[in-house]
């Protein structure tokens, strides 16, 4: 059967729950004619995606390029694309499966499996870990943001090197969600623990060799890395090539994969067959009870709202619920969106990130523009009460993501991104842009009927907001108080009491300034041109190249360096990447580089 008529054929049931009104062979068109439009208006250099339907592949195509020089086209079958984020589920997959052949619950405590890795807690003592916490993104770490890259394979740290030291504890386990990169790879620690290797082979053995997915690494092998697809982001409107990013959480960020694949992957997720998307007298990878962990909400903030299941976000389409999961890393953009139960599978993917220009809305749109030609249309909101009596005073106020280093000083680690929230009228707030309508006790929606829901202490003090599946805290004493404890004004010294009593509304996180682009001296360019190297081997140079200074690194596009002054250049680019010169006596020994986190590298001169 053509790959045409499989699409029609497995369309067509699915319209029968539709209505006679949908077109099937629409599907095609769409897909064929959407895809290399939207790469247009996003420019991105190349694409594949693949669907899967009742256990079978009926839609597998590469767009575009995926290198530019040389040319070199997309393969659907074998360019291998980096899907950032979306390792995080194959890692709570994993751990799910490790526990299962040991024989521990999921609901069972982590304790007895660190192996002596300690864990800090920034407050009070809190109730015990548990591994379900870790797969929902309930866990309660402080997401400090400091360290995650290495300059080079050789420098990376295992799982259990990079969270000595790292993982602090500042709320309590199954409260609210925080996306959580900590949790994550400490999950991908205790596959290790359980299943006695490394991380990368047990994914290897355990997930990628049983589903026949031949073409997905932790890292794609050196002798690989030519069918790579070269990563993209934007300067000034033209395609800027992006280097290879080497995670130290590698169990969050790191695997490579096809879009062919992915689509075995999907097959397996969505129970029809086993490994491979063979038939159902193969053996199944994934347990049924782990199946349906992934297919239901485990955690949500509110019964109104989205959550997540076993590494899946929760979202809806229409009237029918999916869960779903992106990633973008440099250069790169990706997004899963599976329907459980009309075991549907879209897996998108393309060479251009949102982290060096626009967001590339590729992804969203292919699963946005299928879904509304499948699922069923959602029924018409019920009429919002009017709410013009409630009082907002309690609601009013500032709020940021919890996504954030808490123990962190000020310009250190992942920061927060305050937002205020304002009364707009009789029973109607403002945030996001946006008028929220009361709509009863700490419920607001906006016009359409998306919800937004507070929630308040013992005290009845507001003390979140909670909107889709992320978690936005109250600034103010609760919070200090929650993560700190009743004590809290002893501790006057602690990085977030200074952060949370010291915020003043509209000043946000601390930046950097613009970056400049200053005529940089004849005598420092001819001094800090030169070799410089780490420690561990990794090597860049400072090439001199008329009047301007270039940084140059192994396998990587040279990037030119803006002095700004003093001692310091910034990478054209990323002009958040810093470095500075050190000299004594007039001599250069060597330079700090600046991650956009702000961990330092220090890199000693060698020529």
């Known amino acids: 059967m053509s790959l045409v008529s499989l699409v029609h054929a497995a369309l067509l049931a699915l319209a029968q729950d539709r209505g006679a009104h949908f077109d099937p062979s629409e599907v095609w068109e769409l897909l064929d004619g959407l895809v290399p439009a939207q790469m247009k208006r996003d420019q991105v250099p190349g694409a594949a995606v693949a669907v899967v339907m009742d256990g079978e592949i009926v839609f597998l195509e590469g767009y575009g390029s995926a290198r530019l020089e040389p ?73 400090i943001g400091l360290d995650r890259q290495a300059m080079q394979a050789a420098d990376q740290l295992t799982p259990r090197q990079f969270l000595e030291g790292r993982l602090v504890r500042v709320r ?92 075995r992957w999907m097959i397996a997720l969505l129970g029809v067959g086993g490994g491979g998307g063979g038939g159902s007298g193969e053996k199944r990878v994934f347990a049924p009870t782990t199946l349906a962990l992934l297919r239901a909400p485990q955690f949500r ?40 139960e009309r075991r549907l599978g879209i897996f998108s993917t393309c060479n251009r990130d949102g982290e060096t220009g626009p967001y590339p809305r590729l992804n969203d749109v292919i699963a946005d523009e299928l879904a509304q030609r499948i699922v069923a249309p959602a029924k018409a909101p019920d009429p919002v009460s009017a709410g013009d009596e409630l009082d907002l005073t309690p609601f009013v106020g500032n709020y940021t993501d919890n996504m954030y280093c808490h123990s962190c000083p000020e310009g250190r680690g992942w920061g927060w991104r305050p937002f205020e929230v304002r009364a707009a009228g009789k029973g109607e707030l403002e945030f996001f842009g946006t008028r929220w309508r009361a ?10 009927g998306d919800p937004a829901v507070f929630r308040a202490d013992a005290r009845g003090r507001i003390t979140h907001l909670f909107v889709g599946n992320l978690t936005y805290e109250r600034i103010g004493e609760p919070l200090l108080e929650e993560t700190l404890g009743a004590e809290w004004r002893e501790r006057s010294d602690e990085p977030l009491v200074k952060r949370v009593l ?49 940084l140059a690194v192994p396998g990587r596009e040279d990037r030119r360096l803006l002095f700004q002054g003093g001692d310091e250049c910034r990478v054209q680019g990323n002009d958040a990447l810093r470095i500075v010169f050190h000299e004594e006596s007039g001599r250069v020994e060597g330079l700090t580089f600046f991650d956009d986190d702000g961990s330092e590298h220090s890199i000693a001169r060698v020529d």
């Not at 003592?125 to 929902?136: E, I, K």
């Not at 997540?308 to 979202?315: I, Q």
């Not at 009863?440 to 929606?445: I, M, S, T």
């Not at 070799?531 to 008329?546: C, H, I, N, P, W």
Request: aromatic share 10%.
């Open 71 to 143: 040319e070199t086209p997309v393969s659907a079958e074998t360019t291998l694309f980096r899907i950032g984020s979306v390792s995080k589920v194959f890692t709570c997959l994993a751990l799910a499966r490790a526990a299962e052949r040991r024989q521990v619950a999921l609901e069972g405590e982590i304790a007895p499996y660190l192996g002596g890795l300690a864990i800090r807690t920034l407050g009070p003592a809190l109730p015990p870990l548990r591994f379900w916490h870790l797969m929902t993104h309930s866990a309660g770490f402080d997401q």
């Open 172 to 263: 309590p386990p199954g409260q609210v969600t925080c996306y959580d990169t900590y949790a994550i790879t400490l999950a991908g620690y205790l596959v290790e623990q359980l299943g006695g290797k490394p991380f990368a082979r047990a994914l290897r053995e355990e997930i990628f060799e049983p589903l026949g997915m031949e073409r997905t690494f932790v890292q794609a092998p050196d002798e690989l890395r030519g069918e790579l697809a070269l990563g993209y982001g934007l300067e000034n409107g033209k395609p800027l090539s992006q280097p290879y990013e080497y995670y130290n959480t590698q169990p969050a960020s790191s695997i490579d994969s096809t879009a062919h694949d992915m689509a």
């Open 301 to 340: 903030n509110h019964a109104e709202l989205p959550g997540f299941t076993l590494g899946f976000w929760e979202e809806w389409h229409g009237a029918e619920r999916a869960v779903w999961h992106g990633g973008t890393m440099l250069g790169f953009s990706t997004r899963v969106t599976l329907f459980p």
């Open 439 to 448: 709509a009863g006790g700490l419920v607001f929606r906006k016009e359409g």
């Open 502 to 550: 010291g915020h003043r509304p509209g000043a946000g996180a601390v930046r950097l300034p613009p970056a400049l682009d200053l005529a940089l001296p004849v005598e420092s360019r001819a001094r800090w041109a030169g070799k410089y190297r780490t420690d561990s081997g990794f090597q860049l140079e400072v090439a001199a190249r008329g009047e301007e200074l270039w």
